[in-house]
């Protein structure tokens, strides 16, 4: 018998300490001069992994949050972040958190540079390519597509009027127009 009395309060003790005690934070986000719901507002939780982003009705839920008190942090992009400092999570409770969002300017405080490099010479590159713009065809006298393509440079005719591009046959060469084959 006081075996049984034992083990039932070791397994008790056991149960008791894996039984962590989590609350739940859940809220809406509205725009506070419309007042209308925000899709996609990010709410985190500051120091913890935990984060969610609100529904097409502005409402989120952060399940299984450990017992404490935290910072949230709330932001969308044209609005202001707004942080709640002290939120407290009780166990077995949901803690509501409504949040109306204030618009705001977006500007840049630094210049922004951004510098794009491409090699002269690609040796992975086994093609060539040429986009001529409709700018270029409109400046062209040409009446056709077959005279656009002979007009550039490496590509030459036969009496048969087959198009030999850098000495490649025919069949070995593509034409797109709009992304669509005129190869015949």
Known sequence: MRKL?????????????????????????????????????????????????????????????????????????????????????????????????????LTLEQDVVVIGEKPLLDPEETQSKKTISKDEIDALIVENVQNIVTQQAGVVTDNSNEIH???GRTYENAFLLDGVSVQD
Do not use: C, W
């Open 5 to 105: 009395i034992f083990i039932l309060i070791v397994l008790s003790a056991i149960m008791v300490s894996f039984g962590q005690q989590k609350g739940k934070l859940s809220g809406k986000v509205t725009d506070a001069g419309t007042g209308e719901s925000l899709p996609g507002v990010n709410v985190i939780i500051k120091g913890t992994y935990y984060g969610a982003a609100t529904n097409i009705n502005g409402n989120f839920t952060i399940n299984n949050i450990s017992v404490g008190n935290y910072n949230v942090d709330i932001s969308l992009i044209g609005y202001k972040t707004f942080q709640y400092t002290g939120v407290e999570i009780e166990a077995n409770k949901t803690r509501q958190l409504d949040v109306k969002l204030e618009e705001t300017v």
């Open 165 to 167: 591009i850098r000495g």
